[in-house]
């Protein structure tokens, strides 16, 4: 079947649903949803449109087709994004700005989200570097095993939008490559990898318990100033690197912090 993102299809007015602006219909949305799954005899026009939507609005595509894993829930572990205010407003906040800190709590569905941001980032853009980087590489794994996972439940057309380098078995660990050359890549902490590469967005999860979280920032200049993306999600952890970007304390003396 020939999806593609550079096909212009006939207008066609699709059903919306939150995070998007009404007037809502739940009943047609759920037809729309049916529509959507035939695989054998796809509406391809409304294909089309969708693949449309999900690539202009993130939060759309995050909140109706993105899902996570909850592993304190053995009975249905897989589950849509909850219906949380703040998530489409951190997505809409990620697409706009090329740096973010977002200072967080734990179980807040804070990296998830970031994650479902950097997996619409490489679904439909093209030669996209995305460093997912943690304090060690087993931890930047594990995050990278929730991109995976968002895209595995992903539906057939995406699929077809968005096809991996190699099927997801075959991946390795701390990859997740697609045939369009975008990469999201994990990495431990520190600046050896950044320094390498020129990233179009790198995410620093729990920045704050990062030994090597400022020498991780200054080896990000060149991503930054090249017009790429900086995001920093941390939980709290004294007052370091981490709580002087927050706090906007970038220059101030170690005593001025102990204060």
């Given at each position: ?22 007037p809502y219909d739940q ?30 609005f993130p939060t759309f ?117 697609f045939a369009n050359g ?78």
């Amino acid at each position: 079947m020939n999806l593609s993102l550079q096909t212009e299809p006939k207008p066609l007015v699709l059903p919306r649903i939150w995070p998007l602006k009404g007037p809502y219909d739940q009943v047609e949305f759920r037809r729309h949803l049916g529509l959507m799954e035939d695989r054998k005899k796809p509406d391809i026009l409304r294909v089309q449109a969708e693949i449309d939507r999900c690539a202009k609005f993130p939060t759309f595509w995050v909140m109706t087709y993105c899902f996570t894993k909850d592993e304190h829930d053995a009975s249905r572990p897989v589950k849509r994004f909850p219906r949380y205010k703040y998530i489409p407003y951190i997505l809409k906040e990620l697409k706009a700005n090329p740096r973010i800190i977002i200072p967080k709590s734990r179980q807040v569905m804070i990296t998830w989200t970031v994650l479902s941001y950097l997996l619409w980032r490489a679904c439909f853009n093209r030669h996209r570097l995305i460093f997912v980087q943690s304090k060690k590489e087993e931890d930047a794994a594990a995050l990278i095993d929730r991109c995976k996972h968002m895209y595995e439940y992903l539906p057939w057309w995406q699929h077809e939008v968005s096809p991996l380098k190699r099927p997801l078995a075959k991946q390795p660990f701390n990859k997740l490559s697609f045939a369009n050359g975008s990469v999201i890549w994990g990495v431990p902490q520190g600046a050896d990898v950044l320094r390498q590469y020129t990233a179009s967005i790198i995410f620093g999860d729990e920045f704050a318990f990062q030994d090597k979280a400022e020498e991780a920032y200054n080896a990000s200049k060149p991503t930054i100033d090249g017009g790429g993306q900086f995001i920093i999600v941390s939980s709290a952890n004294g007052r370091n690197f981490f709580y002087r970007m927050v706090y906007d304390k970038m220059d101030a003396s170690i005593s001025e912090l102990a204060a």
